[in-house]
Every structure is written in structure tokens, then in C-alpha cells.
């Protein structure tokens, strides 16, 4: 049949076929890359630690149909699943003017956004744009989507921010096809959440952050902040929730402590000391129920915290 023309297409070239599961290749290389990209979305170091330390859990499935018209990709991560189909507008074998098809999304961060896609290369490197964010400070994210080989899928993603002084952010992940590396982590798509946590590539070790003394990161605004990154998961949500002063529901464990009885207590709605009957000092272990994980999801949701962070913090 006759190939459509120009740098455009509405259709996949008939040898590309992007449809399977595909497994992150989590390398080292990948893990320092990834959280540059992380910095350069502003994200502080703390929520980076986190982050690196469970992406090798990521899996995507992709289906590739209508000459590749439509491209389903389902992200699956321990958080849940982010599924979107992408439609291409372009030139075809029949018809090489064409009107650009936009297609309203909404992203893994619960964003509505606006989608364009087509293909390039002559049908072979597909190419997409999810327009209109308001998170990360606003911007427009492109990706470039081929196969390296049968079994290597590349996903080359760049942020664009609306800010026009900042840098952009940009990573290339390359995905391998499941089952053909047996050391790749794989996540099945009905084990989501808490259960997918424990339950993906069971005796698979993540290794612990190391601990670092601090470290300088550089905000959107230009001014720079000494983070300490805790030196384990537990550790850092430990901070996560000092530093956003949220106060949990705690239970105690009672050790010795004096007080100090007041002859006269002091007048008015604010006070230097404390009644003679109350003393907040001991050690304390949180009530971490089920109600408080959903309110303390909603809360680093309202900080801005995005879903695979909130994942894990929970």
C-alpha cells in the first residue's frame, strides 16, 4: 500500500508495533538520572529519596491499535494504575491534509490536561503532548516513544515549564520486554497499593538510602535550602511529617518525668508556663489507623506531594 507523506503521520510505519509489557531497567545511571529530572521539577530532596528508591517497581503496558491510530498506555506503579489513550492526528495513506485531534486526560497527579500525539520517522518513533499542567509550576510534558530493539521500548519525557528562564526537566527511560529479564522487577496489575508493596518480586531486596549529612537544593524561586535526607524510609517520613507540622493521634509510653507545682497561675488566654497538671514530656509511638493514613494522604496531597510519594509515605 501507499505510505502517507510528510514528517507527520496519523499511522504507525507496519513494522512498528509498540503493544506489550514492559519492565523498567532501574540501573544506577537511570537512578542518578531520574533525580535530576525530579530536581529540575522542583521537587525537594527528601521527596527524591523516596522516589528513586521505588521507580524500580514501575511497569507499563502498552497496546498499539487502528494502524497505530491509538495508543493505550497503562503506567502501574505501588500507588495504583494510570491508564490513557492517546490518538494520533497526520497525514495517512488516503488523505495528506489533516486536522490536529486534541483529547482531554487526566495525568497520574489528577490533572485535566489536553493530548496530542502522531508519529514521526516515518511511522516509527511516536511522539506525544500532554498540554496545560498547572503542577510543578506550570508547563507542557513531550514524549518520544520507539523501539530500540524487539524487546527495548525507549520513552524519552521532557517537561517544558512556562517559566522560560527555568531548565528543562528530562529523563529517558528504557523499558525491557517482561519476561525476557528475569532480574527486572515486575509489578502485576492486580497487586496495587499496600498489597503490591509487599507482594511484587517477593525476596527482591530495595536497597536503603544512604545516608547523606545534607545536601543544597535549589528552588523555583532561586534561593537555596539545606535538606537532610534521612538515612531510611521510615526516617523520612518521619520528617516529612516534622517538617510539615502535622500533628498525629499518639499513644505513650510512660517514662519518669517532675513537676513543678505554680502557687499562682498566670491570668489571661496565653501562657509562658504550663498548668501545674500537665507535662508532654516521654516518648510516644503514633496510632497509625486506617483513618489516619487516609487523612494523612490528604494532606500530603494538599501539599502537593505527588501520588507514588504519597504511596509510599502512607
Do not use: M
Amino acid at each position: 500500500s501507499t505510505l502517507p507523506k510528510g514528517s507527520r503521520w496519523a499511522t504507525s510505519s507496519p513494522t512498528a508495533d509498540l503493544t506489550g509489557s514492559w519492565c523498567i531497567e532501574n540501573s544506577d545511571g537511570f537512578k542518578k538520572e531520574y533525580d535530576r529530572f525530579l530536581e529540575a521539577l522542583g521537587q525537594p530532596a527528601i521527596v527524591r529519596a523516596v522516589a528513586v528508591q521505588i521507580i524500580g517497581l514501575t511497569k507499563e503496558e502498552t497496546k498499539q491499535e487502528n494502524n497505530g491510530r491509538t495508543l493505550t498506555i497503562t503506567g502501574i506503579n505501588p500507588l495504583g494504575v494510570w491508564k490513557r489513550t492517546l490518538v494520533s492526528s497526520g497525514s495517512d495513506n488516503e488523505n495528506s491534509q489533516y486536522d490536529p485531534i486534541f483529547v482531554p486526560i487526566v495525568t497520574a497527579d489528577s490533572e485535566e490536561v489536553e493530548a496530542e500525539a502522531w508519529w514521526e520517522e516515518d511511522g516509527t518513533v511516536h511522539k506525544s503532548w500532554l498540554r496545560g499542567g498547572q503542577k510543578y509550576g506550570g508547563g507542557d510534558f513531550e514524549s518520544t516513544r520507539y523501539l530500540q530493539s524487539e524487546d527495548v521500548l525507549v520513552c524519552k519525557s521532557v517537561f517544558h515549564p512556562n517559566d522560560k528562564g527555568r531548565e528543562k526537566a528530562v529523563v529517558t527511560w528504557r523499558f525491557r520486554r517482561d519476561g525476557t529479564d528475569k532480574t527486572t522487577p515486575s509489578v502485576p496489575s492486580d497487586s496495587i497499593g499496600e498489597e503490591a508493596v509487599n507482594e511484587i518480586q517477593e525476596g527482591t531486596e530495595i536497597a536503603p538510602v544512604k545516608p547523606v549529612e545534607s545536601t543544597s537544593t535549589k528552588s523555583t524561586s532561586g534561593l537555596t535550602n539545606d535538606v537532610k535526607i534521612a538515612s531510611a524510609p521510615t526516617e523520612i517520613i518521619s520528617e516529612v511529617s516534622k517538617d510539615a507540622g502535622i500533628t498525629p493521634v499518639l499513644s505513650t509510653v510512660p517514662v519518669p518525668s517532675t513537676k513543678e507545682t505554680a502557687s499562682t497561675l498566670p491570668k489571661g488566654s496565653r501562657w509562658a508556663t504550663s498548668s501545674p497538671t500537665a507535662d508532654l514530656t516521654g516518648s510516644w509511638c503514633i496510632e497509625n489507623s486506617d483513618g489516619f493514613k487516609k487523612e494523612y494522604d490528604r494532606f500530603l496531597e494538599a501539599l502537593g506531594q505527588p501520588a507514588i510519594v504519597r504511596a509510599v509515605a502512607v
